[in-house]
Protein backbone atom coordinates (compact mmCIF):
# COMPACT_ATOMS: atom_id res chain seq x y z
CA UNK A 1 0.00 0.00 0.00
CA UNK A 2 1.29 3.61 -1.07
CA UNK A 3 1.12 5.39 2.34
CA UNK A 4 1.64 8.70 -0.17
CA UNK A 5 -0.56 9.71 -2.86
CA UNK A 6 0.96 12.27 -4.74
CA UNK A 7 -1.56 13.34 -7.22
CA UNK A 8 -4.25 13.89 -4.37
CA UNK A 9 -1.63 15.44 -2.11
CA UNK A 10 -2.07 12.82 0.77
CA UNK A 11 -0.94 10.68 3.11
CA UNK A 12 -2.89 8.44 5.03
CA UNK A 13 -2.88 8.26 9.06
CA UNK A 14 -0.44 5.47 9.75
CA UNK A 15 2.69 7.58 8.12
CA UNK A 16 1.34 10.53 9.78
CA UNK A 17 1.36 8.62 13.23
CA UNK A 18 5.16 8.03 12.34
CA UNK A 19 5.97 11.26 11.77
CA UNK A 20 4.38 12.78 14.70
CA UNK A 21 5.75 9.74 17.25
CA UNK A 22 9.63 10.31 16.17
CA UNK A 23 8.90 14.11 16.41
CA UNK A 24 7.84 13.07 19.91
CA UNK A 25 11.06 10.75 20.75
CA UNK A 26 13.61 13.06 19.11
CA UNK A 27 12.07 16.68 20.00
CA UNK A 28 15.71 18.18 18.73
CA UNK A 29 15.17 17.25 15.30
CA UNK A 30 11.29 18.29 15.17
CA UNK A 31 12.57 20.86 12.79
CA UNK A 32 14.30 18.82 10.54
CA UNK A 33 11.09 15.32 10.19
CA UNK A 34 8.68 18.32 9.34
CA UNK A 35 11.38 20.05 6.80
CA UNK A 36 11.19 16.68 5.31
CA UNK A 37 7.55 17.13 4.05
CA UNK A 38 7.61 20.59 3.40
CA UNK A 39 5.52 21.78 0.59
CA UNK A 40 8.93 22.90 -1.60
CA UNK A 41 9.78 19.49 -0.75
CA UNK A 42 6.46 17.97 -1.86
CA UNK A 43 7.07 20.40 -5.13
CA UNK A 44 10.83 18.65 -5.80
CA UNK A 45 9.84 15.67 -4.72
CA UNK A 46 6.76 15.16 -6.93
CA UNK A 47 8.20 16.30 -9.97
CA UNK A 48 11.14 13.69 -9.68
CA UNK A 49 8.63 11.27 -8.94
CA UNK A 50 5.81 11.75 -11.41
CA UNK A 51 8.40 11.42 -14.00
CA UNK A 52 9.82 8.30 -13.31
CA UNK A 53 6.50 6.71 -12.62
CA UNK A 54 5.04 8.20 -15.71
CA UNK A 55 8.50 6.97 -17.84
CA UNK A 56 7.34 3.28 -17.58
CA UNK A 57 10.99 2.61 -16.39
CA UNK A 58 9.80 0.96 -12.89
CA UNK A 59 9.46 -2.65 -12.50
CA UNK A 60 9.26 -5.07 -9.64
CA UNK A 61 12.17 -6.64 -10.32
CA UNK A 62 14.27 -3.15 -10.29
CA UNK A 63 16.52 -1.56 -7.14
CA UNK A 64 16.64 1.94 -6.13
CA UNK A 65 19.68 3.49 -4.46
CA UNK A 66 19.00 7.02 -2.60
CA UNK A 67 21.98 8.73 -1.99
CA UNK A 68 21.36 11.49 0.52
CA UNK A 69 18.36 10.16 1.81
CA UNK A 70 17.68 11.79 5.01
CA UNK A 71 14.56 10.58 6.62
CA UNK A 72 13.19 8.80 3.60
CA UNK A 73 10.29 11.26 3.41
CA UNK A 74 8.00 11.29 -0.18
CA UNK A 75 10.09 9.10 -1.88
CA UNK A 76 10.36 5.45 0.21
CA UNK A 77 6.52 5.97 0.64
CA UNK A 78 6.16 6.04 -3.32
CA UNK A 79 8.51 4.04 -4.42
CA UNK A 80 9.54 0.93 -2.02
CA UNK A 81 5.90 -0.54 -2.70
CA UNK A 82 6.40 -0.66 -6.66
CA UNK A 83 10.38 -1.93 -6.46
CA UNK A 84 12.51 -5.34 -5.35
CA UNK A 85 14.37 -3.49 -2.94
CA UNK A 86 15.42 0.42 -1.44
CA UNK A 87 18.97 0.89 -0.31
CA UNK A 88 18.94 4.56 1.28
CA UNK A 89 22.62 5.97 2.51
CA UNK A 90 23.17 8.79 4.57
CA UNK A 91 26.35 9.83 6.44
CA UNK A 92 23.89 10.90 9.41
CA UNK A 93 23.50 7.73 11.65
CA UNK A 94 20.77 9.16 13.46
CA UNK A 95 18.74 10.17 10.54
CA UNK A 96 19.14 6.52 9.22
CA UNK A 97 17.76 5.50 12.32
CA UNK A 98 14.74 7.90 12.50
CA UNK A 99 13.86 7.08 8.79
CA UNK A 100 13.43 3.28 9.70
CA UNK A 101 11.23 4.32 11.83
CA UNK A 102 8.75 6.32 9.96
CA UNK A 103 9.04 4.27 7.05
CA UNK A 104 7.84 0.98 7.95
CA UNK A 105 9.42 -1.63 4.90
CA UNK A 106 10.97 -4.78 4.34
CA UNK A 107 12.17 -4.40 1.54
CA UNK A 108 14.02 -0.88 2.28
CA UNK A 109 18.09 -0.78 3.96
CA UNK A 110 18.74 2.74 5.71
CA UNK A 111 22.92 2.69 5.41
CA UNK A 112 25.67 4.89 7.37
CA UNK A 113 27.97 5.36 4.44
CA UNK A 114 30.19 7.75 2.81
CA UNK A 115 29.45 7.06 -1.21
CA UNK A 116 32.05 9.16 -1.78
CA UNK A 117 34.54 6.96 0.27
CA UNK A 118 32.80 3.60 0.70
CA UNK A 119 32.11 1.10 -2.17
CA UNK A 120 29.06 -0.82 -2.33
CA UNK A 121 27.58 -4.13 -3.69
CA UNK A 122 24.70 -2.90 -4.65
CA UNK A 123 26.06 -1.08 -7.41
CA UNK A 124 27.33 -4.12 -8.98
CA UNK A 125 24.37 -6.14 -8.40
CA UNK A 126 22.93 -7.57 -12.12
CA UNK A 127 19.23 -5.51 -11.92
CA UNK A 128 17.99 -2.71 -12.97
CA UNK A 129 18.98 0.47 -11.14
CA UNK A 130 17.60 3.70 -10.61
CA UNK A 131 20.03 6.07 -8.89
CA UNK A 132 18.25 8.88 -7.20
CA UNK A 133 20.36 12.33 -5.20
CA UNK A 134 18.00 14.81 -4.38
CA UNK A 135 20.33 16.74 -2.78
CA UNK A 136 23.38 16.85 -4.89
CA UNK A 137 24.37 20.18 -3.45
CA UNK A 138 25.25 18.69 -0.13
CA UNK A 139 28.29 16.43 -1.98
CA UNK A 140 31.46 17.62 -3.03
CA UNK A 141 31.74 15.20 -5.28
CA UNK A 142 30.30 15.68 -8.51
CA UNK A 143 27.83 12.60 -9.99
CA UNK A 144 30.04 11.42 -12.81
CA UNK A 145 33.23 10.89 -10.10
CA UNK A 146 30.73 9.06 -7.61
CA UNK A 147 29.23 6.84 -9.90
CA UNK A 148 32.86 5.72 -11.68
CA UNK A 149 33.77 5.50 -7.52
CA UNK A 150 31.22 2.88 -7.30
CA UNK A 151 31.09 1.14 -11.34
CA UNK A 152 31.07 -2.33 -11.17
CA UNK A 153 31.55 -4.78 -14.39
CA UNK A 154 29.08 -6.67 -14.58
CA UNK A 155 28.43 -9.84 -17.22
CA UNK A 156 24.64 -9.22 -17.86
CA UNK A 157 23.76 -5.88 -19.30
CA UNK A 158 21.29 -3.69 -17.32
CA UNK A 159 19.53 -0.53 -17.81
CA UNK A 160 20.82 2.28 -14.73
CA UNK A 161 18.94 5.13 -14.52
CA UNK A 162 19.22 8.44 -12.91
CA UNK A 163 17.23 10.86 -11.17
CA UNK A 164 18.98 13.65 -9.65
CA UNK A 165 18.47 17.62 -8.15
CA UNK A 166 20.68 20.28 -7.72
CA UNK A 167 20.23 24.24 -6.83
CA UNK A 168 21.40 27.72 -6.72
CA UNK A 169 20.95 28.53 -3.29
CA UNK A 170 24.68 28.30 -2.35
CA UNK A 171 23.58 31.00 0.62
CA UNK A 172 22.03 27.96 2.73
CA UNK A 173 24.15 26.38 4.93
CA UNK A 174 25.72 23.18 3.75
CA UNK A 175 25.29 23.96 0.30
CA UNK A 176 28.60 23.04 -1.23
CA UNK A 177 28.50 21.94 -4.86
CA UNK A 178 25.52 23.99 -5.93
CA UNK A 179 25.02 24.85 -10.21
CA UNK A 180 23.57 27.74 -11.64
CA UNK A 181 22.00 25.99 -14.96
CA UNK A 182 20.82 22.63 -16.27
CA UNK A 183 23.96 23.06 -18.26
CA UNK A 184 26.23 23.15 -15.69
CA UNK A 185 24.37 20.42 -13.92
CA UNK A 186 24.65 18.20 -16.91
CA UNK A 187 28.41 18.72 -16.47
CA UNK A 188 28.33 16.74 -13.50
CA UNK A 189 26.69 13.91 -15.24
CA UNK A 190 28.70 10.37 -16.77
CA UNK A 191 29.75 11.44 -20.36
CA UNK A 192 27.58 9.06 -21.66
CA UNK A 193 24.00 9.51 -20.75
CA UNK A 194 20.52 10.40 -22.52
CA UNK A 195 18.21 13.02 -20.67
CA UNK A 196 14.93 11.72 -21.03
CA UNK A 197 13.15 15.20 -18.83
CA UNK A 198 15.40 18.22 -17.66
CA UNK A 199 13.39 21.04 -15.76
CA UNK A 200 13.80 24.39 -13.53
CA UNK A 201 11.70 24.31 -10.70
CA UNK A 202 11.00 27.68 -9.21
CA UNK A 203 11.15 27.96 -5.39
CA UNK A 204 10.93 30.44 -2.82
CA UNK A 205 14.73 30.91 -2.11
CA UNK A 206 15.65 30.33 -5.73
CA UNK A 207 15.89 27.49 -8.32
CA UNK A 208 16.20 23.57 -8.29
CA UNK A 209 17.23 21.74 -11.11
CA UNK A 210 16.38 18.45 -12.10
CA UNK A 211 17.95 15.48 -14.45
CA UNK A 212 16.31 12.28 -15.35
CA UNK A 213 17.69 9.76 -18.06
CA UNK A 214 19.61 6.52 -18.46
CA UNK A 215 23.45 6.28 -18.40
CA UNK A 216 24.70 4.20 -21.27
CA UNK A 217 27.03 1.04 -20.80
CA UNK A 218 29.94 1.09 -21.34
CA UNK A 219 30.96 -2.22 -23.34
CA UNK A 220 34.55 -4.42 -23.14
CA UNK A 221 34.61 -7.62 -25.31
CA UNK A 222 37.53 -9.74 -24.23
CA UNK A 223 39.60 -12.17 -25.38
CA UNK A 224 37.79 -15.26 -24.47
CA UNK A 225 34.75 -14.08 -26.44
CA UNK A 226 32.64 -13.00 -23.59
CA UNK A 227 31.44 -9.66 -23.18
CA UNK A 228 31.37 -6.94 -19.69
CA UNK A 229 29.14 -4.30 -19.29
CA UNK A 230 30.06 -1.03 -16.86
CA UNK A 231 28.78 2.22 -16.11
CA UNK A 232 31.95 4.10 -14.77
CA UNK A 233 33.53 6.18 -16.92
CA UNK A 234 35.56 9.44 -16.99
CA UNK A 235 33.79 12.62 -17.36
CA UNK A 236 33.06 15.09 -20.19
Not at 7 to 31: C, H, L, M, W
Not at 83 to 93: A, L, R, S, Y
Not at 152 to 171: C, E, G, L, P
Request: glycine share 4%; hydrophobic share 35%.
Amino acid sequence: MQKIDLFDNKFDIGYAQNIFEVSRRFPEKTVDIFDSISKNQFISKKELLTSVLTSGIIHKEMKVIVIGSWYGSILVPVLAPLVKEMFCFDIDKEANHIASIINEYDNVQFRSADLTKEKHPVFGEEVDLLIINTSSEHIEMKMHELIKFQSHWTKKRRDIYFAVQSNNMTDIEGHINCVHSLEEFKSHLPARNQIIIEKEIPEERGVRYFLFGQIELQVEKKKDGTTRYTFGEDSK
